[in-house]
């Protein structure tokens, strides 16, 4: 009885967290700041790398057809695979975090883990970028070379919003959720 | 003793720095490629259009010279034209071999250079060559050099310069057909060839209009007419005057109208009466 009340509420706790990012990612805001990778990553550090990769997944697909910006085409698939990492890494950053940990240095390792996410998310769709230059006839690794450089400043912006939102919004969405959950606390 | 897991996590955040710095360095040396071969590829156009210019004015400056040998024998006050006709011929003749090319492309200026030479053969047949015929023949000569000099220094520059140029049909019957900002035309074009490229267009040639040879019958198969001497329908040309903010009717034939960048034209079928 207790296990299915947890699977329940943890369930409840995934539609809840997914609405909400959905929400979130298709409301109207500057490119390339965004709060999906921060909710993926939780959800990875929260249920583990399946579930995290999963939501990731799930949510570009989503956002791939319902996203402000228009349709997203052949970029799609790489926006779910690069949010795919970004649960997986959350899962995988679970399992290797330790026993206790300080609450700075917490925050710092997450500021780190969101700017390489963001750099990750944007190499691999701009790897999708490059294939439409391929499709329309470009030299492979020259398109693979613009769409990056051309992808920079973005990427940029990425990396420090990132930065910012992981490094400040981690610690206390965690230890909620982590409550919510009814789990015990590992920091500080 | 620095633990593992921190240096991983400053490892990480350099590799992050070293690609983001990467990709930026490749887009500034992308952008420097860019422009490095557009400035190249602007001054092979300036120098090609450099070029072209020096070949045009030398070319210009010799007929000029023949026609100023040959206008100072016709200034000359006893000067004996029936003789001198035959140079001017000549002078024709050199005209036509230089700009052939021109003539060939350019219908009005090929209209303009055959009502002349039609003048010429029959000034030529006379016996006697009057001093008022030939300065007549001399002066239509100089006109059209000095419009054919024109017409190909703006083609050397419409190597390097095009127009966009906006231009609607008005039929006069509540049916407007724009073309806007659609038409790119050679630098040194006249409305006539614009009017040409957009629609399909009758007209009449005339030798004794100026400036402008050509008044429009039909546009599109519109035909103008006259109900008797004193009213009609015609097609009227306009530019649209940005200062004055109104539409201004055309001064001259459409043929010696040139365009110009963001010009903005008009073509009205419309009613006149006189008086």
């Known amino acids: 009885m207790k296990i299915h009340l947890l699977n329940t509420r943890k369930l409840a706790l995934f539609g809840i967290l997914a609405a909400l990012c959905l929400a979130i990612q298709l409301t109207p805001r500057p490119p390339n700041v965004e709060f999906t990778s921060f909710f993926t990553f939780a959800v990875g550090v929260i249920f583990g790398a399946l579930y995290g990769g999963f939501f990731g997944c799930i949510i570009m697909f989503v956002n791939g057809f319902l996203s402000p910006y228009g349709f997203a085409g052949l970029v799609m698939p790489f926006q779910m695979i690069g949010m795919t990492i970004a649960g997986v890494i959350g899962g995988v950053y679970r399992r290797l975090m330790p026993g206790q940990i300080d609450l700075a240095r917490f925050c710092t390792e997450t500021a780190i883990v969101g700017a390489i996410i963001a750099l990750i998310y944007d190499l691999v769709t701009n790897i999708g970028v490059g294939f439409w230059f391929v499709i329309g006839g470009m030299d492979f690794a020259l398109a693979m070379l613009i769409a990056i450089a051309y992808g920079v400043f973005f990427s940029i912006v990425h990396i420090f919003s990132n930065t910012v939102v992981f490094g400040i919004l981690t610690l206390p969405s965690i230890k909620a959720l982590n409550d919510l959950l009814g789990r015990g606390e590992r920091f500080g | ?275």
């Open chain 2, 1 to 275: 003793m620095v633990e593992k897991r921190a240096l991983v996590f400053v490892t990480l955040a350099i590799l992050v720095w070293a690609i983001s710095i990467s990709s930026l360095a490749a887009y500034f040396y992308l952008q420097n490629m860019m422009y490095t071969k557009q400035i190249g590829e602007n001054q092979q156009s300036l120098n090609k259009t450099a070029s072209n210019y020096d070949e045009l004015m030398s070319k210009y400056n010799i007929l000029l010279g023949e026609y100023s040998i040959l206008y100072g024998i016709y200034s000359f006050p006893s000067g004996n034209f029936t003789s001198l006709i035959e140079s001017l011929g000549r002078l024709l003749d050199s005209l036509k071999g230089n700009y052939s090319s021109l003539l060939m492309d350019q219908e009005d200026l090929n209209e303009t250079y055959y009502t002349l030479e039609e003048d010429y053969e029959l000034v030529y047949k006379e016996s006697n060559v009057t001093r008022e015929d030939f300065g007549r023949l001399l002066n239509e000569y100089y006109d059209l050099f000095n419009l054919l000099a024109v017409r190909e220094l703006s083609l050397v520059l419409s190597q390097t310069v095009t127009l966009n140029v906006n231009a609607c049909i008005d039929y006069g019957n509540g049916t407007i057909n724009w073309r806007n900002e659609t038409e790119r035309m050679p630098a040194g074009s006249s409305l006539f060839q614009l009017t040409q490229k957009i629609s399909e267009i009758n007209y009449t040639y005339y030798p004794s209009m100026k400036p402008g040879h050509v008044l429009v019958d039909s546009v599109n198969d519109k035909k103008t007419y006259t109900v008797d001497y004193s009213e009609g329908w015609s097609w009227i040309w306009y530019y649209w005057d940005a200062e004055e903010q109104k539409w201004i009717s055309g001064p001259v034939g459409c043929d010696a109208w040139m365009l110009e960048n963001g010009g903005i034209y008009k073509w009205r079928f419309e009613h006149w009466s006189w008086p």
